[in-house]
């Protein structure tokens, strides 16, 4: 019998902020990290931010800026 096993990839720093929805007067911006293989998909990356957060993954957004 045999059994394959994916080989682990290099885990790279995916770098985050977390803007909550409700912005109230005592707002703080976060900023995170993550670490996620590139085989990883965005379901993972969102199982992670909530993990760090302690909120719900169905309950964010997640979107790319890109600065020109």
Do not use: C, W
């Amino acid at each position: 019998m045999t059994l394959s096993l994916p080989i682990p990839g290099k885990k790279e720093k995916f770098s985050f902020f977390y803007i909550p929805y409700n912005i109230k007067g005592d707002y703080t911006n976060y900023k995170g990290e993550v670490h996620l293989r590139d085989s990883e998909s965005i379901k993972e990356f969102r199982s992670e931010v909530a993990r760090k957060f302690h909120v719900d993954a169905s309950g964010f957004l997640v979107t790319h800026v890109q600065d020109n």
